[in-house]
């Protein structure tokens, strides 16, 4: 990629004001002393991504809630692991060519398993059918951990109801991983439902929610000795990889 031409990158998603792609990646040209543009697109829904892709000398776009898995038919190839996942969060241009990747997986793998413990061997993953969601699923089996997925209604992606979350689901896995948009910025006194009072300081709490820093859901679990970890990492992560794709292809 030529330093030298001023290039454009976006986030599609639906009400981003506070993203955090946007502020991070003008650190970065800023660091780098590169004349590139990074900017929001804040779709109400995909018929508006004709306006995306007509921006000029656009190299290539995240995305983010709610369209990971929605964008996929706009594309033109996916990655092989994208493919796999079913869900996309970087899109690279070439030739007139949208392809899309999926780096939440590493993005997620990099933060998570530093406070991965030996005894850690079942996970709960909240909101299990999502987009996010599915980059982590993915994540965990590559890593041989047992997965117990929890959404609001059953079906061929959900294990459990949170309704059906008991003492005995709980205690006997020993990571929870919250996928769901709950507690982000502003609305920060909501969590997922879940039996709190049976955590204890054998378990791992991870939330993909990144602001606030501690999320309420968070909260529950370090009042009562677990390890947290919130997405702050993952989105670092996951950014550093699309700059890397964005720059090798």
Not at 1 to 11: K, P, Q, S
Not at 139 to 168: P, W
Request: aromatic share 12%; proline share 4%; charged share 25%.
């Amino acid at each position: 990629m030529d330093g030298t031409e001023r290039l454009n990158f976006g986030l599609i998603g639906q009400n981003i004001s506070y993203s955090f792609s946007r502020a991070f990646f003008k650190e970065k040209f800023k660091q780098l002393n590169l004349p590139h543009h990074y900017q929001n697109f804040d779709l109400f829904s995909l018929n508006e991504l004709t306006k995306v892709w007509e921006t000029n000398n656009l190299k290539g776009c995240n995305v983010t809630i709610p369209y990971k898995q929605e964008i996929i038919p706009y594309l033109d190839a996916l990655s092989p692991e994208a493919e796999q996942i079913g869900a996309v969060n970087c899109i690279n241009i070439t030739d007139n060519k949208r392809i899309g990747y999926n780096t939440d997986v590493y993005g997620f793998l990099t933060s998570f398993k530093h406070l991965l413990d030996n005894r850690d061997k079942k996970a709960i993953v909240l909101g299990a059918n999502g987009g996010a969601a599915k980059a982590v699923l993915h994540a965990l089996k590559s890593i041989d951990l047992e997965i117990t997925r929890i959404g609001r209604n059953m079906g061929s992606e959900i294990d459990f109801t949170y309704q059906e979350l008991d003492k005995k689901l709980v205690q006997s896995h020993q990571i929870v991983i919250n996928c769901t948009p709950l507690g982000t910025y502003p609305n920060e006194d909501e969590k997922p439902y879940f039996p709190y009072q049976h955590l204890n300081s054998k378990h791992y709490l991870f939330d993909l929610v990144y602001r606030p820093e501690k999320t309420a859901f968070l909260k529950e679990g370090e009042s009562r000795g677990s390890r947290i970890c919130n997405g702050s990492m993952m989105l670092k992560w996951q950014a550093e990889k699309s700059w890397e794709i964005w720059n090798s292809l």
